[in-house]
């Protein structure tokens, strides 16, 4: 796998209004814009094989060698919900990192892996082009949606990051699908003992 580009530009500087602004990396996703923090980006690289593991949740879709890392790669579009990615000529991974939600780890922090349908640029956003979540019409989580930002007449969504990707939850997640299987198998038994 090779890198496309790398990433780690600083916050900007308060804008003419005053009001500090933000890079955010905009990538599209079953056809919807989304975006994160540009300073959450640790690189881009081309989709390559993925060595799958077995009884993880449909959204782990494996783990990647990164120069010695092994690390995960999360179908976003899984994640939500949706139809796992499709893997076209422009799907790729972003590696990004996250911040744990465990009280005892509040510095640790991890890298993890995205597949996007594909990545747009990087904009700027004010804060005050950002508005927040809506309650409703929005076909991901609540809690995984930070803002949604401005840019001319659409707006793209601004991901938590550090909800889509809670390393707890999907580790549940994971624990819940490896069960799944034993539970089914234990019914299978029980009702062919009736």
């Keep these: 796998m090779s890198a496309l580009t790398q990433t780690a530009p600083a916050r900007l ?15 599209m996703l079953g056809g919807e814009l989304y975006a994160v923090e540009i300073l959450r980006i640790k690189e881009i690289i081309e989709y390559g094989a993925l060595t799958t593991v077995p009884m993880m949740p449909s959204f782990v879709r494996g783990v990647i060698n990164l120069r010695g890392s092994v690390l995960p790669v999360i179908d976003l579009q899984a994640r939500f919900g949706r139809a796992p990615t499709q893997v076209a000529k422009r799907t790729c991974i972003v590696i990004v990192e996250i911040h744990s939600d465990a009280e005892d780890a509040a510095s640790q922090s991890q ?7 594909a990545v747009n640029e990087v904009v700027e956003i004010n804060a005050n082009q950002i508005e927040p979540p809506p309650s409703f019409g929005v076909k991901i989580r ?5 803002g949604m930002g401005k840019l001319g007449k659409q707006f793209v ?6 909800k889509v990707l809670s390393v707890d939850e999907m580790a549940s997640l994971a624990v819940q699908s490896a069960s799944a299987p034993a539970a089914e198998q234990a ?8």
């Design 13 to 27: 500087q308060a804008g003419e209004s005053g009001e500090t602004s933000r890079q955010y990396l905009a990538f």
């Design 111 to 117: 890298t993890i892996g995205v597949m996007v349908d």
């Design 142 to 146: 609540p809690d995984f949606i930070a």
């Design 157 to 162: 969504i601004l991901l938590e990051l550090d």
């Design 187 to 194: 019914l299978l038994e029980r009702n062919a003992g009736d």
